[in-house]
């Protein structure tokens, strides 16, 4: 049974903690900022101690099991990362503090600039965004700039890929795009002929996800880019995936003019809980002018032959798009990418993304006689499954996701990409044993037996978690937080 909210645990008189007397002059608040009546529950240490690990012990997370979800990276990341990150050197510090009290938070920000770029193949980088979403608003706004800057008023279209991540169209909406949709061939791929015949002088820009949403390598992707770029549009490239590409592959060699990186996702900070998240955009040349401000920037200062670095906020460019956050971004965030990429260096990265690889095609493999492949081709560093075998007898994808609750894994990303019927999208990482992944693949079969042979056990799941399955619509739109007997 779910433990008692706080405040239904609540007992007049029980106290959690104790302040000491009082050893300085009291200095009286206005009478307009004082709270005479405080709602808060009353309770003993130990209580509020069980009630959170109670809740923490009947919640999922990476650090108590796999957690495929496709399209998120939700891979495990080194606590020696969330050690780093609360050094007091960087945790006590504020971002309205004097440049020259700060410079080695400056520092490690200039150093993680150059190093995405050189893994993106970039040279401009701003570490401003602090979500992926955040990040491809930000590089559509550069794009969108940069038309302007030129005088270029006609382009108002931004085409956008039929598997592109929800936010792709939803973005280039909210940049005063109009959005239209290039088809994906019979392999996963964009459609070149169709992309010829949308791309003219209207078009600003393609967005593009390569390894796409269906984990696939675009195998034109050359030409993609290059239609786009001699129609006068730029390409913009979703860096969701680029877990598949460290350290094999530059986005910019690919043809991507601007590209977001989520550092929660990819570079060590854990992804998923609601933040925090870092989106820095890299750009190319061209487009380093229209780049968010503040900029970290570095300047050689002294005597000839005593020179010495400082590191300095640049806020000296007049095209910028401007400041998309308050201060500099998530500076958590990015301690914890400098220590992930100084940690495993450009080897490691390397590693990461042939190990991801590796998994993909490992579950891909072990899986196709099971649930139906609708593109049978090698993944990159996830696989997309069809329940449609299992739909045929009644046991749906959604099923299937909640039948994996009862067998001790947390489901993969279902009903997505759209363009896949009965989706089921399977992202191990590079952080999985073969053990793990053995054992999620012994569950997927057995479901898939299950589906065949008694349909109803899979249809009624889960059976072993403290709720039963909710009616998921109704839950969200009439969330109620009370617990009652």
């Not at 405040?7 to 008189?13: A, C, M, T, V």
């Not at 690990?53 to 990276?73: A, E, H, K, M, V």
């Not at 993944?379 to 069809?386: A, I, K, M, Q």
């Amino acid at each position: 049974m779910i433990e008692p909210l706080l405040f239904e645990l609540s007992s007049p008189g029980r106290v959690g903690c104790r302040l000491p007397d009082l050893d300085v002059p009291e200095s009286p608040l206005p009478e307009g900022l004082i709270r005479r009546e405080l709602c808060l529950p009353e309770l003993s240490e130990r209580e509020v101690v069980q009630h959170f690990t109670r809740l923490s012990q009947i919640n999922f997370g990476i650090d108590t099991g796999f957690y495929p979800l496709g399209s998120c990276t939700m891979k495990y990341n080194p606590r020696l990362h969330e050690d780093v990150a609360r050094l007091a050197g960087f945790t006590q510090i504020h971002p309205s503090q004097n440049e020259s009290t700060v410079q080695g938070a400056l520092q490690l920000m200039f150093e993680l600039q150059r190093y995405l770029a050189e893994i993106t193949g970039l040279p401009g980088v701003s570490l401003q965004p602090v979500a992926g979403a955040h990040g491809e608003l930000t590089g559509m706004l550069i794009i969108r700039a940069y038309h302007l800057e030129r005088g270029d008023e006609g382009r108002s279209i931004v085409l956008v890929p039929d598997s592109a991540h929800g936010t792709n169209p939803a973005t280039a909406v909210m940049c005063g795009y109009t959005v239209s949709s290039v088809p994906s061939d019979r392999r996963g791929n964009i459609d070149v002929r169709e992309l010829e015949k949308l791309a003219d002088e209207r078009v600003a820009g393609l967005m593009l996800t390569n390894p796409n949403t269906l984990g696939l390598f675009e195998e034109d992707v050359l030409r993609v880019s290059e239609i786009v770029h001699e129609s006068g549009g730029l390409i913009y490239c979703d860096g969701a995936n680029m877990n598949a590409l460290l350290g094999v592959a530059t986005p910019a060699e690919l043809g991507a003019d601007v590209l977001h990186l989520n550092l929660h996702k990819t570079f060590s900070t854990p992804h998923g809980g609601g933040g925090p998240g870092g989106g820095a955009t890299a750009v190319t040349r061209d487009l380093i002018p229209f780049l968010p401000v503040p900029r970290v920037a570095r300047r050689e200062t002294g005597e000839a032959g005593k020179e010495d670095t400082e590191y300095y906020l640049d806020y000296e460019w007049p095209v910028s798009i401007g400041p998309v956050a308050g201060f500099y971004g998530n500076f958590g965030v990015m301690v914890k990418a400098y220590a992930y990429l100084r940690s495993l260096g450009a080897q490691g990265l390397r590693e990461v993304s042939e190990n991801a690889v590796l998994n993909a095609n490992y579950i891909l493999h072990q899986l196709r006689d099971y649930y139906q492949l609708s593109y049978d081709r090698t993944c990159l560093h996830e696989c997309v499954f069809s329940g449609n075998t299992q739909a045929s007898l009644g046991v749906h994808t959604l099923d299937i996701a909640k039948r994996l609750i009862d067998l001790g894994f947390h489901p993969p990303t279902v009903y997505f990409p759209l363009t896949v019927d009965e989706a089921l999208m399977i992202e191990p990482t590079e952080t999985e044993s073969v053990e793990t992944l053995d054992a999620f693949i012994a569950a997927m079969r057995q479901i898939a037996w299950e589906a065949e042979t008694d349909p109803e056990l899979v249809r009624s799941a889960p059976h072993s978690t403290p709720v039963m399955r909710l009616d998921e619509v109704t839950a969200a739109r009439k969330l109620d937080l009370r617990w009652q007997r």
